[in-house]
């Protein structure tokens, strides 16, 4: 197994936090694809100073098809990944605590945010951190573990390493050191380097509503000040102009 | 990156992009509560009146200042026998609800020559005025008996907004919307139009109203002409709802990021090193100082139309400097030389210089700010005291504007007024007097630039200065009662001891000349001579004073060759006019002054109106509500228009422009003309009223 560090080669990308683009052999009108899925997209501000984005998926309730809602999370750049599990306290300005469903939070790469400083407008903030509030961690593991498993076995034994405190033992099998990392990007020890557009994790499924809905908060900090928050707004609107 | 490239449609009709431009944002408002003093015929504060906020799941939100200021602010009006209090509400409730009942314990009748009576009725907006009210026995005026107490009113409200427009064909390349485009408001189902006027301009005070109850929604639709350089699909609309800080877009929600300047410090207490956020320290200079590099970082985020921000921050920063620089206000506050028996390194200026300012027509700047600092979203007015209620003085003006402009961007003033009167020596504490001194400079600066171009000899300073002679001041309090002259460093106490610094730098570094025989102003701790400590050496680099030049100076003189009458009040383009509802509201009414608003901003299409055919014959053309005709032209023409009312009481306008750029714009009902040429598309518009119609009865069109 090897994967190529993400040092070389890198392109940045960009990619919105749910709902994927189109496949690339997509030939019909953009608009009719993300109307086809039906879906019942909510958007709220939140946060003290309506920095905070609660994002909803549902399917609409006069659907007419059957596309299942896909919660799926990705990475809005390339980056690390955590995940900071229930109760944890997550690095961000505020140091808030992990809710029950837990936090993913990229660590956008330094490239992408040299690309963003350069595309974006003056006045959109790049990003810095990206925080995915409320996930099924099940599924994120899963998802995660995709990733974690192109990393290089010389990573996967440091890592190994880093937390049993001695080297793999004769015995040990690439899945173990897999899962072991895993286990550890779960936690918030360990990350995970992904490009921009992986999935990375499915929202939570909010258990107050009787219609399957799934329900995350996106928080992310960016600007000249990487330790405060900033609006992801601006970005989902001038997403289609910036020249990543 | 090529300028124009639109590199992900896919993410165009993406379903979060098409949420996000419908993204709203909370409404904070302002209120202000002012009552007609029939003694002074003047709309005053409405002094100590426990207002409550009820929202409509019933809950009250309650009525004294908290123990913070943040939920009501409380400002003395100036002058001696007016004992109002203005208190506000800074924030409502969620849920944009706006029913208010005014429930008032007594007004202290002070010198007041009435008191006030409320009724306990219901007033729709148009009829809040207690003008025609009359007391018992019939007298005229707006009484109350004395000892009774308040009955309860509530109030309608209106809420007055302003829009600074531009578009864009992508976000990066925001441009200005020409003159005469129409604005169509949508509140709560009535349609209002306004108009911007000059090229760029924000579209100020709009004001509607709202009844309790009411949800309050902005929908806003914009006719842009066809034009083949916009690209529609890609269009970005900006709406800046104050051209102070707040950026509220079409589903945007900007925040420069000037505001992480800003809104890293809430206040700036004198003394407190950490003036500036620890982000723009340079790594390992000394505490407060400030680089270059800082300062480049500061002004080149700065719009056009911020820039006197801009302007006050650098001069905030500036100030602070000088304020650790104790000698200069040692000198100039008198410190041991000037109890000693004047010394020649005693700025002599101050005479003069206090001559200019005319404190008997002191106002109010009334600041109003969000709650929460880090929105940073303001909205001022200029209250002006009874006795500017004939014409507000230019210095007034200058003064107010710079509290307002430096509540806005850095200094929050809005805890710290120890008295109802100060003076240019008032001596008071390090906090209130840099507070005032910061807007005296400004006064100052704006009556007394040295520059023969911009003043007039009955400002000029070293005119004063000559006639009047130096002579000796005198310390008092802000009571107005003499106090001995002040111990060493003692300007920080005093606010006319920071004007004059400010001045002074301003004089001698930021302007950067003196004028032959005129002695530099700032002088060294104890020999006399100019600064030439290492520690100052960055105000004295070609680069600050460029940048001085640029942001501050040029800023300056445009400001003040574009404003030269004391009634102008928008000098800094920041402060909302005088009383916007005074000429709408009556003498009872709460003025809301948007902080933030909830705007579910959406742009449906981009419509034209129907179109005449070009080079049609004068003929007439019936518009039931408003309409567009358009025309163009083979060769030169000359296009008039006539409108008339069709049915009465009915309010219209016909606006004729060309290109986009306007042509002319005609009052209610007039005429409007235009020339064409070939390439024009020349238009007409008609825009009538909900409740009305009227036509285009006439065209002529000749050929130029």
């Known amino acids: 197994m090897s994967s190529p560090p993400p040092f070389t080669g890198y392109v940045p990308r960009f990619e919105m936090p749910v709902i994927a683009p189109p496949p690339a052999n997509y030939q019909g009108a953009l608009l009719d694809y993300y109307q086809q899925l039906e879906i019942d997209l909510g958007l709220a501000m939140s946060g003290p100073n309506n920095e905070f984005v609660d994002i909803t998926l549902a399917k609409a309730a006069n659907a007419t098809n059957s596309i299942p809602v896909d919660a799926t999370l990705f990475?809005?750049?390339?980056?690390?990944?955590?995940?900071?599990?229930?109760?944890?306290?997550?690095?961000?300005?505020?140091?808030?605590?992990?809710?029950?469903?837990?936090?993913?939070?990229?660590?956008?790469?330094l490239e992408d945010i040299a690309t963003q400083q350069r595309a974006f407008p003056a006045d959109t903030p790049a990003m810095g951190y990206i925080y995915y509030v409320g996930v099924d961690q099940t599924q994120t593991s899963a998802i995660l573990r995709t990733e974690t498993a192109k990393m290089s076995d010389a990573a996967l034994r440091a890592s190994w390493k880093d937390q049993q405190g001695a080297a793999p033992a004769a015995g040990t099998t690439l899945d173990d050191l897999i899962d072991q990392h895993n286990a550890r990007v779960m936690m918030g020890l360990g990350a995970v380097f992904v490009d921009g557009g992986t999935p990375i994790g499915k929202a939570a499924q909010d258990p107050t509503t009787s219609v399957e809905t799934y329900r995350f908060t996106l928080r992310m900090t960016g600007g000249g000040n990487p330790v405060t928050y900033v609006s992801p707004v601006p970005i989902f609107t001038g997403a289609p102009y910036y020249d990543l | 990156m090529t300028s124009d490239a639109i590199v992900r449609p896919d993410l165009l009709d993406h379903l979060l992009r098409a949420e996000a431009m419908k993204a709203t944002v909370d409404c904070e408002l302002n209120v202000r509560f002012q009552v007609w003093n029939p003694g002074t015929l003047a709309y005053e504060g409405l002094g100590r009146v426990n207002v409550d906020l009820v929202r409509s799941d019933g809950l009250r939100e309650s009525g004294e200042t908290d123990t913070n200021g943040k939920l009501w602010k409380t400002i003395n009006t100036p002058g001696p026998n007016d004992p109002f209090v203005i208190k506000k509400i800074n924030k409502l409730a969620d849920g944009l609800d706006f029913h208010f009942e005014v429930v008032g314990d007594a007004v202290q009748s002070g010198t007041l020559k009435s008191k006030i009576w409320y009724g306990s009725t219901y007033y729709p907006i148009d009829t809040w005025s207690t003008r025609g009210w009359t007391g018992p026995g019939n007298q005229a005026g707006n009484f109350r008996p004395s000892g009774a107490t308040f009955?309860?009113?509530?109030?309608?409200?209106?809420?007055?907004?302003?829009?600074?427009?531009?578009?864009?064909?992508?976000?990066?390349?925001?441009?200005?919307?020409?003159?005469?485009?129409?604005?169509?408001?949508?509140?709560?189902?009535?349609?209002?139009?306004?108009?911007?006027?000059?090229?760029?301009?924000?579209?100020?005070?709009?004001?509607?109203?709202?009844?309790?109850?009411?949800?309050?929604?902005?929908?806003?639709?914009?006719?842009?002409?066809?034009?083949?350089?916009?690209?529609?699909?890609?269009?970005?609309?900006?709406?800046?709802?104050?051209?102070?800080?707040?950026?509220?877009?079409?589903?945007?929600?900007?925040?420069?990021?000037?505001?992480?300047?800003?809104?890293?410090?809430?206040?700036?207490?004198?003394?407190?090193?950490?003036?500036?956020?620890?982000?723009?320290?340079?790594?390992?200079?000394?505490?407060?100082?400030?680089?270059?590099?800082?300062?480049?970082?500061?002004?080149?985020?700065?719009?056009?139309?911020?820039?006197?921000?801009?302007?006050?921050?650098?001069?905030?920063?500036?100030?602070?400097?000088?304020?650790?620089?104790?000698?200069?206000?040692?000198?100039?506050?008198?410190g041991t030389q000037m109890r000693g028996g004047a010394s020649a390194v005693v700025w002599q200026g101050l005479p003069g210089i206090q001559a200019l300012?005319?404190?008997?027509?002191?106002?109010?700047?009334?600041?109003?700010?969000?709650?929460?600092?880090?929105?940073?979203?303001?909205?001022?007015?200029?209250?002006?005291?009874?006795?500017?209620?004939?014409?507000?003085?230019?210095?007034?003006?200058?003064?107010?504007?710079?509290?307002?402009?430096?509540?806005?961007?850095?200094?929050?003033?809005?805890?710290?007024?120890?008295?109802?009167?100060?003076s240019f020596h008032s001596m008071t504490n390090p906090r209130f007097a840099y507070m005032e001194g910061f807007a005296e400079f400004v006064a100052l600066l704006f009556m007394s630039i040295g520059d023969a171009r911009y003043f007039d000899a009955q400002y000029n300073w070293r005119t004063v200065f000559s006639s009047g002679g130096p002579r000796p001041w005198v310390i008092v309090d802000h009571l107005g009662n003499p106090k001995e002259p002040p111990s060493e460093q003692a300007g920080f106490d005093i606010e006319g001891a920071f004007a004059l610094a400010l001045y002074a730098v301003w004089v001698d570094i930021v302007r950067g000349a003196v004028a032959p025989g005129e002695s530099r102003h700032v002088?060294?701790?104890?020999?006399?001579?100019?600064?030439?400590?290492?520690?100052?050496?960055?105000?004295?680099?070609?680069?600050?004073?460029?940048?001085?030049?640029?942001?501050?100076?040029?800023?300056?003189?445009?400001?003040?060759?574009?404003?030269?009458?004391?009634?102008?009040?928008?000098?800094?383009?920041?402060?909302?006019?005088?009383?916007?509802?005074?000429?709408?509201?009556?003498?009872?009414?709460?003025?809301?002054?948007?902080?933030?608003?909830?705007?579910?901003?959406?742009?449906?299409?981009?419509?034209?109106?129907?179109?005449?055919?070009?080079?049609?014959?004068?003929?007439?053309?019936?518009?039931?509500?408003?309409?567009?005709?358009?025309?163009?032209?083979?060769?030169?023409?000359?296009?008039?228009?006539?409108?008339?009312?069709?049915?009465?009481?009915?309010?219209?306008?016909?606006?004729?422009?060309?290109?986009?750029?306007?042509?002319?714009?005609?009052?209610?009902?007039?005429?409007?003309?235009?020339?064409?040429?070939?390439?024009?598309?020349?238009?007409?518009?008609?825009?009538?009223?909900?409740?009305?119609?009227?036509?285009?009865?006439?065209?002529?069109?000749?050929?130029?």
Request: glycine content about 6%; overall charge negative; hydrophobic content about 40%.
């Open chain 2, 523 to 704: 002088i060294d701790q104890d020999d006399g001579g100019e600064i030439t400590g290492a520690e100052n050496a960055w105000v004295k680099t070609p680069a600050i004073k460029a940048y001085a030049g640029t942001y501050i100076w040029d800023a300056i003189c445009q400001a003040v060759g574009a404003s030269t009458i004391e009634t102008t009040i928008d000098i800094l383009q920041k402060v909302t006019e005088i009383a916007a509802s005074n000429s709408r509201w009556g003498a009872i009414h709460p003025t809301f002054l948007t902080l933030s608003l909830k705007f579910p901003f959406d742009i449906d299409a981009l419509d034209t109106f129907p179109v005449v055919p070009s080079n049609s014959s004068p003929g007439d053309f019936e518009l039931a509500q408003q309409g567009r005709i358009q025309c163009t032209a083979s060769v030169n023409k000359t296009v008039l228009m006539h409108a008339e009312y069709i049915s009465p009481n009915t309010t219209a306008s016909l606006v004729g422009a060309a290109n986009s750029s306007i042509a002319v714009i005609f009052s209610a009902m007039d005429q409007s003309q235009l020339a064409i040429t070939p390439n024009d598309v020349g238009t007409f518009d008609l825009r009538v009223d909900s409740d009305g119609h009227a036509r285009i009865v006439k065209q002529a069109v000749q050929v130029t």
């Open chain 1, 75 to 109: 990475a809005m750049t390339g980056g690390f990944v955590r995940h900071y599990p229930n109760g944890t306290v997550v690095p961000s300005p505020d140091s808030f605590t992990s809710p029950p469903e837990g936090v993913l939070v990229l660590t956008v790469w």
């Open chain 2, 151 to 334: 009955g309860e009113a509530v109030f309608s409200v209106g809420v007055a907004y302003r829009f600074d427009l531009k578009y864009s064909k992508r976000p990066a390349h925001m441009t200005p919307f020409p003159a005469g485009l129409t604005i169509s408001t949508l509140v709560n189902g009535v349609e209002q139009f306004s108009q911007t006027t000059e090229f760029g301009k924000p579209v100020t005070n709009v004001i509607f109203a709202a009844n309790p109850e009411d949800d309050i929604e902005f929908e806003m639709s914009l006719d842009i002409e066809e034009d083949s350089s916009i690209d529609q699909a890609a269009l970005t609309v900006s709406i800046v709802t104050n051209s102070a800080q707040s950026y509220l877009s079409i589903g945007q929600l900007l925040n420069p990021p000037i505001d992480t300047l800003k809104n890293s410090k809430t206040e700036l207490l004198m003394g407190d090193a950490a003036l500036l956020p620890p982000q723009f320290y340079p790594a390992g200079a000394p505490e407060g100082s400030i680089s270059e590099a800082v300062l480049e970082e500061m002004f080149s985020h700065a719009a056009p139309s911020e820039k006197l921000c801009a302007a006050a921050n650098f001069f905030v920063r500036l100030a602070e400097q000088y304020r650790r620089l104790s000698g200069v206000l040692h000198h100039i506050a008198g």
């Open chain 2, 357 to 422: 300012i005319d404190f008997s027509h002191a106002g109010v700047a009334e600041t109003g700010k969000s709650k929460n600092l880090a929105s940073g979203r303001y909205e001022s007015q200029i209250f002006f005291g009874p006795a500017n209620i004939a014409g507000p003085r230019l210095t007034t003006t200058y003064h107010e504007s710079a509290h307002a402009l430096m509540n806005w961007y850095y200094f929050d003033d809005s805890d710290n007024t120890p008295g109802a009167t100060h």
